[in-house]
């Protein structure tokens, strides 16, 4: 969803195991949900102070549509450590998901306030603002995210959503082919988006 091993170099030795956390990180993004559930749990018994693990695991959860223990989780993160900008992107999206809008607004606004320069922040403001219909907000925010990190292939994808919403259709099908291209795995939902077969609007 959000990351996988970013904030790893600079963890304390005494609070986690950077090798251990990032084979996990890597398990989670290869999409062993389960696999890497089970292992962080184990890990955090061992290193209750890592707020990056707690952060990875909520993310786990939320991918098994676990929203309350992805809450805990990222609680738990800014617990630990206030400035853990994908903690309050992971709260945003979770607020979001409940269509509190604002509160998600605010997540995120924290997390690059932490970082100015964290795209996953402004990609996900990006859809807010499509759901609110400010669709050339929303374009900005997309811009500065695929600007930030190009390589996310959902923020590219966000940024073609984006470009149709503004009727740029030639921007948005070269945007849709580099998301496909980089490994986006919801291509069919983005064109059921243009058919006008599915909306992100509320």
């Not at 986690?16 to 956390?21: E, F, M, S």
């Not at 690059?112 to 402004?122: M, R, S």
């Not at 050339?136 to 470009?163: S, T």
Request: aromatic content about 10%; glycine content about 6%.
């Amino acid at each position: 969803m959000l990351l996988a091993c970013s904030g790893l170099a600079d963890l304390p030795k005494d609070k986690g195991d950077r090798v251990r956390l990032n084979e996990i990180s890597i398990e989670y993004l290869d999409g062993a949900l389960e696999s890497a559930e089970t292992r962080l749990n184990v890990y955090l018994k061992e290193y209750p102070e890592d707020d990056l693990a707690w952060t990875i695991l909520g993310n786990v959860y939320d991918d098994l549509s676990r929203p309350e223990d992805a809450r805990r989780c990222y609680e738990q993160s800014l617990a630990l450590n206030p400035q853990r900008m994908e903690a309050l992107t992971g709260l945003g999206i979770l607020h979001r998901q409940e269509s509190n809008y604002d509160l998600a607004m605010e997540y995120y606004g924290r997390a690059v306030k932490v970082d100015p320069t964290y795209a996953p922040a402004y990609s996900s403001m990006a859809v807010i603002a499509l759901k609110r219909e400010q669709d050339v907000k929303a374009l900005e925010y997309a811009r500065r995210g695929y600007e930030l990190d190009p390589e996310d292939p959902a923020i590219v994808a966000n940024l073609a959503v984006a470009y149709h919403y503004n009727n740029d259709f030639e921007k948005r099908d070269k945007y849709t082919n580099e998301a496909e291209q980089k490994g986006y795995g919801k291509i069919a939902r983005l064109k059921e988006i243009y058919r006008g077969e599915y909306t992100i609007r509320d």
